[in-house]
C-alpha cells in the first residue's frame, strides 16, 4: 500500500533556475498539502487542494511559487526563478475528509530536499 | 503569526523516565489538536489527537493533555524509549471553520539517553 510519493527526494540547483517539485497523492484522498519546513517556523503550510481545487495559497511567499493539481493522483511545485532562500525541504501530504475532526490526519511524503546554490 | 508555538526547540532525558512536550497556541478556534513525529529523512507520521471537548487521551505510552483556558496542550511519553528520539510537532485545526487545513508549530527535538 504506497504511502504518499514525492520526486525528487534531494535537488540542488542554481540561483535562478526553475525547480519543480512532484506529489502523488494516497489513491483516493481528496486534500492535498503542500509544506515548507524550516527551523524558524516550522512546517510552513503554502498551498492545499480539495478535488484538484486550490482552496487557500495564502501561504505561496510570492508570485515565484506556483502549484498545480492537474488531476487526483498528481500535483508540482514550481519555484520560478530560485533563490538561496528557498532552500528547505518541502513535504506533501494527503487527507481523506470523511466526517469530523478526526479525518484531519494528514499522511506525509518522505519530502524533498532542495538546495540553492 | 505564529498561532501555534512550541517553544522549547530541543529536549533531552534519560531512557526510561518521561518526556513532557510542550505546545501553546492563540487562535480560540481551534477545536482539534494532533501531535506528530518526524525521524530524519522521513515525512512527520501522526501519532495522537486529542479533540477539544476531552481534556486527556491516552494511546499507549503516549498521554496528550488539553487546557483550553491556557490554551495549552502537553504530550507526555512515559516511559521513554531511545526509539522515540525524533521531532515533535504539535498541530491543531479549526474543524468549524477550515476544515482539513493544519496549522504546525516549529517542532521540538527529543533525544531520549540511553
Known amino acids: 500500500d504506497a504511502g504518499v510519493i514525492q520526486s525528487p527526494r534531494h535537488e540542488v540547483t542554481e540561483m535562478g533556475q526553475e525547480v519543480t517539485l512532484r506529489c502523488k497523492p494516497i489513491?483516493?484522498?481528496?486534500?492535498l498539502f503542500w509544506y515548507r519546513q524550516t527551523m524558524m517556523r516550522g512546517l510552513e503550510l503554502l498551498i492545499y487542494?480539495?478535488?484538484?481545487?486550490?482552496?487557500?495559497d495564502s501561504g505561496m511567499p510570492e508570485d515565484r511559487f506556483s502549484a498545480k493539481m492537474p488531476n487526483a493522483s498528481f500535483s508540482t511545485l514550481k519555484i520560478q526563478p530560485s533563490e538561496p532562500r528557498d532552500s528547505a525541504v518541502y513535504f506533501c501530504?494527503?487527507?481523506?475528509?470523511?466526517?469530523?475532526?478526526?479525518?484531519?490526519?494528514?499522511?506525509f511524503g518522505p519530502g524533498t530536499r532542495l538546495t540553492v546554490l | 503569526d505564529q498561532q501555534v508555538k512550541q517553544n522549547s526547540p530541543s529536549l533531552s532525558v534519560q531512557e526510561g523516565r518521561i518526556s513532557i512536550l510542550n505546545c501553546d497556541y492563540t487562535?480560540?478556534?481551534?477545536?482539534?489538536f494532533l501531535w506528530y513525529k518526524k525521524y530524519p529523512a522521513e515525512g512527520p507520521t501522526f501519532l495522537i489527537s486529542?479533540?477539544?471537548?476531552?481534556d486527556k487521551n491516552e494511546d499507549g505510552r503516549f498521554t496528550v493533555f488539553l487546557n483550553k483556558s491556557a490554551k495549552h496542550l502537553s504530550l507526555h511519553i512515559v516511559p521513554s524509549q531511545p526509539g522515540d528520539s525524533a521531532v515533535y510537532f504539535c498541530?491543531?485545526?479549526?474543524?468549524?471553520?477550515?476544515?482539513?487545513?493544519?496549522?504546525f508549530g516549529e517542532g521540538t527535538q527529543l533525544t531520549v539517553n540511553p
Open positions: 498541530a491543531a485545526s479549526a474543524w468549524g471553520t477550515s476544515g482539513s487545513r493544519l496549522t
Open positions: 486529542i479533540s477539544s471537548i476531552k
Open positions: 487542494f480539495n478535488n484538484n481545487v486550490p482552496i487557500d
Open positions: 487562535n480560540s478556534m481551534f477545536d482539534y
Open positions: 489513491s483516493g484522498h481528496d486534500y
Open positions: 501530504a494527503s487527507s481523506l475528509s470523511t466526517s469530523g475532526p478526526a479525518s484531519n490526519e494528514q499522511f
